[in-house]
Structure formats: structure tokens, C-alpha cells
């Protein structure tokens, strides 16, 4: 059974950094595309970044030059690094691992209900 864990949230203030990861166990993923979402209260969740496995990155505009995606593929783990945070990047962030094809053509963005595996998330919480 394929489990997904997020870890690394927390409260910082705004300017500041976090690194978010996202640890899988129970698959070994070959090709696949993995990505990051957050939800903010009341707020409609959102794609923030995805990494494909040939290495292929893409992101929201509001964190472009400010978050990097990355993965590390000898332990299954996916990473966000979040630096320059603002109020606005206050959410719980979600991490998932979807079919490759979702990386094409930003389909990731908006992956269909019950797609993937998702984790429970990690709150992050920015102080201006």
C-alpha cells in the first residue's frame, strides 16, 4: 500500500525559508509526475509546482524565483524549497504522486478526483 507523509511546515516570518518534504513508501516510481498543491482557508486548492521524472519542472507564477521543486529519487522523496515567504503563501500544502502524463501540458494543475496518492499535509504559516 502506497503512503505518502509530508513534513518539514511550520511558522516563520515573512522573508523567511522553509523545506518541505514528502517521503513515499510502498512504490518505486520510475515515471511519474509529482507535485505540490496548497489550500489556503477558504480558498480553492491550487497547483504550486510539479516535477516530472525526466526532470521537468514547472510552476505557479506567484512562486516562480522563490520556490524550487525538487526530488530525490534514491529514497522517494519529494522536496519545496520555499524561500522569500509572504503572508500569501500561508496554506497547508499537499503533496502528491500522479501518472507522468499529468506533467504534460500542465494537466497537474487540476488532476482528476481521486487521481494519485495524496498525503494529509503540512501546515505553513507565514507572519508578516
Known amino acids: 500500500q502506497v503512503q505518502v507523509v509530508e513534513s518539514g511546515g511550520g511558522s516563520v516570518q515573512a522573508g523567511g525559508s522553509l523545506r518541505l518534504s514528502c517521503a513515499s513508501y510502498?512504490?518505486?516510481?520510475?515515471?511519474?509526475?509529482m507535485a505540490w498543491f496548497r489550500r489556503a482557508p477558504g480558498k480553492e486548492r491550487e497547483g504550486v509546482a510539479s516535477?516530472?521524472?525526466?526532470?521537468?519542472?514547472d510552476y505557479q507564477e506567484s512562486v516562480k524565483g522563490r520556490f524550487i521543486i525538487s526530488v530525490d529519487n534514491t529514497n522517494n522523496t519529494l522536496y519545496l524549497q520555499m524561500d522569500s515567504l509572504t503572508p500569501e503563501d500561508s496554506a497547508m500544502y499537499y503533496c502528491?504522486?500522479?501518472?507522468?502524463?499529468?506533467?504534460?501540458?500542465?494537466?497537474?494543475?487540476?488532476?482528476?478526483?481521486?487521481?494519485?496518492?495524496w498525503g494529509q499535509g503540512t501546515q505553513v504559516t507565514v507572519s508578516s
Open positions: 502528491a504522486v500522479l501518472g507522468f502524463l499529468y506533467c504534460q501540458r500542465g494537466r497537474w494543475r487540476h488532476p482528476t478526483e481521486g487521481s494519485g496518492w
Open positions: 516535477i516530472d521524472s525526466d526532470g521537468k519542472t
Open positions: 510502498g512504490g518505486t516510481w520510475t515515471s511519474y509526475c
